[in-house]
């Protein structure tokens, strides 16, 4: 089963644009953490925000987290092609080695 | 340092055969995952082994199992092999986890693509 709702599924931008992606989840977590794909290879780690943060920077990307609201999203500011990629969120929620995934959000930089 | 390895990236195999991929950690680090990624189901979890002792089962068939070795390298099985087991298997590890620590970052490997005909 899916903790993640991610929203939009597809996300078709221009070069120079902002990426706006947003995960919602069920239950309450210790952190949640945000992965990129590119074509069905393997998930690049992208940032971790734990449950006691509320924002996270790290080079281009943003990442808040509303632990009332059970959401989080992630920003990519100033997009390139090279950002084309699938994007998951993944929750853990009791230290118990398992992340539960989002549908994940597939955004498109177009040059 | 060395990323996640999983081996082999590419697998054919027929309904009713049995397949077992590898999966070696990032180097110190003692705790392996290992998903399951399908275009229906997306992303999900299958089992998590820490110091040779599974800590954590997802809810899949007894058809998959895995195990760990002492120098953390990681393999999993699938037996009897089914059209719908045709999937990306990714393997991810992370430093330690302790009950009482924040879970810490996974990091993944490229993944070991599957075929079942």
């Known amino acids: 089963s899916q903790q993640g709702e991610e929203d939009p599924q597809a996300l078709s931008i221009q070069e120079g644009e902002n990426a706006t992606m947003n995960c919602s989840y069920k239950?309450?977590?210790?952190?949640l953490q945000w992965y990129r794909q590119n074509s069905g290879r393997g998930l690049v780690h992208l940032i971790l925000?734990?449950?006691?943060?509320r924002e996270k920077h790290s080079g281009r990307l943003r990442v808040t987290l509303d632990t009332s609201k059970k959401s989080s999203s992630l920003l990519i500011t100033a997009s390139r092609a090279a950002d084309t990629a699938s994007y998951f969120c993944?929750?853990?929620?009791?230290?118990?080695?398992?992340?539960?995934f989002g549908q994940g959000t597939t955004l498109q930089v177009k040059p | 340092k060395a990323g996640v390895t999983q081996t082999p990236r590419y697998l054919i195999k027929t309904r009713g055969q049995q397949v077992t991929l590898s999966c070696s950690p990032i180097?110190?680090?003692?705790?392996v995952s290992w998903y399951q990624q399908t275009p229906g189901q997306g992303l999900q979890f299958l089992f998590e082994?820490?110091?040779?002792?599974?800590?954590n089962k997802g809810n899949f068939p007894g058809r998959f199992s895995g195990r760990q070795f002492s120098n953390s390298r990681s393999e999993m099985n699938v037996s009897t092999l089914e059209l719908g087991d045709s999937a990306l298997y990714l393997c991810?590890?992370?430093?330690?986890?302790?009950?009482?620590?924040?879970?810490?970052?996974?990091?993944f490997g490229p993944g070991t693509r599957l075929l079942v005909l």
């Open positions: 991810a590890s992370s430093w330690d986890r302790h009950p009482q620590l924040t879970q810490e970052t996974q990091y």
């Open positions: 239950t309450s977590i210790n952190n």
């Open positions: 925000i734990r449950s006691n943060e």
């Open positions: 993944a929750t853990d929620s009791g230290n118990t080695g398992k992340l539960i």
């Open positions: 180097s110190g680090h003692r705790s």
């Open positions: 082994y820490f110091s040779e002792t599974q800590r």
